[in-house]
């Protein structure tokens, strides 16, 4: 049995990237925030940390990326769930009695054809998607319905009103997942995540994503997030695989000459298949 | 008068970009969703739209690059609102009576620290800032105070609690404010903003952002976001200015030969100073 923490509660699609990133029975410790689940974490309350960091349609998870660079918590793994939302609600409701629906916006933003074919109902904003149904089966919630995994329908005891309400089935969520120490060199490789930012000058990024190019690494993701107090200003986080985890390495030295700061976030084993489905 | 068609109501952040925006009076047409915003203001309803873009703190509004791309909009200025945020309240309310705190998630996340020192209050998810406001002013609202600009406050009749609530004083919005129409060459130039996508290989990030360099122009914004249905690739949103505006339009040219797509979203008069702060 590993601990995994996942912001949240059970039933949440991080509870199903910790099923998919674990070859072990996943104990999950339930987290407010995401503030706490590195907290969690950092304290060895948790074996693991997971963290959402990107969806196939709504891009970076903003907050997230920060946190990575807040803390010294190590990537080893990652994990990718496909994102399918059902409609929940008590065991008794008919779809024609809901009249609103609670979700995170971001997953209400994602059934964007469901809510234009019922235009009677109407979404109400929620913390969290899983936490939606869990709060809708205590019967103090101020809606009729919650959008969120089968798999927390199912673990709530709610009934599944209808299903496959996201617009676009290509909806897919990349999970880190972050440990105390750094994954063993024997299973790291293969991808690594690292924070970098450039000098406050002309060609400076361009100049970087050489020395990545001249090593033939490959780039496979590259975000830019804000630094705090230098308006305008910003930093990249980048995943690089390709090449052997030394060139990787190599790389990365090369990097440090080049750039402003570079920290390496983990390596850990590309996850190629495309991830378990959330309840089914 | 000009119209500006904003998100959300009256009072809000976008409102005093509009304001700032624009040499003329200003005339204000709410819209629902920025769906309807960029809708408003490609039938002719309203002359221009307001669309953040960026925080210096929370980073991209995500959604707003995709709809930029979505529609054939262009963008004639930006605009730059610094972000101050106040609790406001129904007149006679005592911040001691207060329990329950509705913004949008963003601003509530902002005010971190002040959430700490008050660990009684509990924050409540709204869509909207100056929305939160104007229903706690309609009396129908579940929570007691708001978080939003003092102009909303004032607007619509609340008092202010607090002010000042940000974590951080160097917590800004930027907007491009978009038209039917290009500006006029003689307003434009100085800055451009454009979207483009590169090929799925390792190095055309790195190639595409060598055309930017070879001609001299200045990249002072890189913004990746997933294309829809090709997970885990991306485009990348880019501003640049320096060099003339002709050579920034060569570069363009010669950028348009390395990577898949390019498009041009529009050219303006960059914006140096830091723009009006709401609601002082």
């Known amino acids: 049995v590993t601990t995994a923490a996942i912001q949240g509660v059970r ?24 503030e706490d689940l590195f907290d969690a974490v950092a304290a060895g309350r948790a074996d693991r ?31 990718q769930v496909r994102v399918r939302l059902c409609l929940a609600a008590r065991p008794g409701t008919a779809l024609e009695g809901v009249e609103r629906v609670a979700s ?3 997953a209400l933003e994602q059934c ?15 913390f969290d998607t899983a936490g939606s149904i869990k709060e809708l089966m205590t019967g103090e919630s101020l809606y009729d319905a919650a959008i969120g ?25 990349r999970f880190l997942i972050v440990a105390g120490e750094p994954g063993s060199e ?14 406050h000058e002309p060609g400076s990024l361009h100049a970087a994503l050489g020395v990545l190019a001249a ?3 490959d780039l496979t993701r590259l975000e830019s ?24 390495r190599a790389a990365l030295e090369a990097l440090g000459g080049v750039v402003e700061e570079v920290r390496v976030l983990g390596r850990y084993q590309e996850r190629v298949r495309a991830g378990v489905t959330a309840g089914t």
Chains 1, 2 share one sequence.
């Open 11 to 34: 039933g949440s699609f991080s509870h199903a990237a910790a099923i998919d990133a674990s070859d072990e029975d996943v104990e999950v410790v339930e987290c407010r925030t995401f």
């Open 49 to 79: 940390g997971v963290v959402p960091v990107e969806n196939s349609l709504a891009g970076a998870v903003q907050r997230n990326m920060d946190l990575l660079l807040e803390h010294d918590l190590h990537v080893v793994a990652e994990a």
């Open 104 to 106: 995170h916006p971001v």
């Open 112 to 126: 964007r054809a469901f809510f234009r074919a019922k235009p009677g109902l109407e979404p109400v904003a929620a």
């Open 149 to 173: 995994s089968s798999l927390a329908a199912s673990l709530y005891g709610a009934s599944v009103l209808a299903t496959d309400l996201e617009d676009d089935p290509g909806n897919y969520t």
């Open 186 to 199: 024997a299973v790291a490789g293969a991808k690594t995540s690292l924070v970098f930012s450039v000098r």
């Open 215 to 217: 090593y033939g690494v």
């Open 225 to 248: 997030r804000p630094i705090p107090g230098r308006p305008w200003e910003y930093r990249f986080y980048a995943d690089i695989r390709g090449a052997t985890a030394g060139r990787q």
